[in-house]
């Protein structure tokens, strides 16, 4: 069973940062390409981040290039978002997911999410 677990966020000012961190288990997490969506109310789930299988590939929503950050750990099962200089823009439930890759972004491979983790950017 795909288990998704989603923490790190908060309630931050703008300009400052956060790290975000998924545990994945139930599935081989080396062998898939990862990634972070993220949603509003009312809003469909977006793309925003995707790193490849070792790595050393990585691709980024327009909004968030330059100001985030994807890595990953293969022998912890763990991957990693490091948001800098937060916009209120930013504020959404963050989410952890496989990645199908496509030159827009790309689609979540897992049809079970996590229960996210609130990214709250406020002055």
């Known amino acids: 069973e795909v288990q998704l677990v989603e923490s790190g966020g908060g309630l931050v000012q703008p300009g400052e940062s956060l790290r975000l961190s998924c545990a994945a288990s139930?599935?081989?997490?080396?062998?898939?390409?990862m990634g972070w969506f993220r949603q509003t109310p009312g809003k469909e789930r977006e793309f925003v981040a995707a790193?490849?299988?070792?790595?050393?590939?990585?691709q980024y929503t327009d909004p968030v290039k330059g100001r985030f950050r994807i890595s990953r750990e293969n022998a912890k099962r763990m991957m990693y978002l490091q948001m800098n200089n937060l916009k209120p823009e930013d504020t959404a439930v963050y989410y952890c997911?496989?990645?199908?890759?496509?030159?827009?972004?790309?689609?979540?491979?897992?049809?079970?999410w996590g229960q996210g983790t609130q990214v709250t950017v406020s002055s």
């Open positions: 997911n496989g990645v199908l890759p496509s030159e827009s972004g790309g689609t979540p491979i897992f049809g079970s």
């Open positions: 139930g599935f081989t997490f080396s062998s898939h390409v």
């Open positions: 790193i490849g299988f070792n790595g050393a590939t990585s």
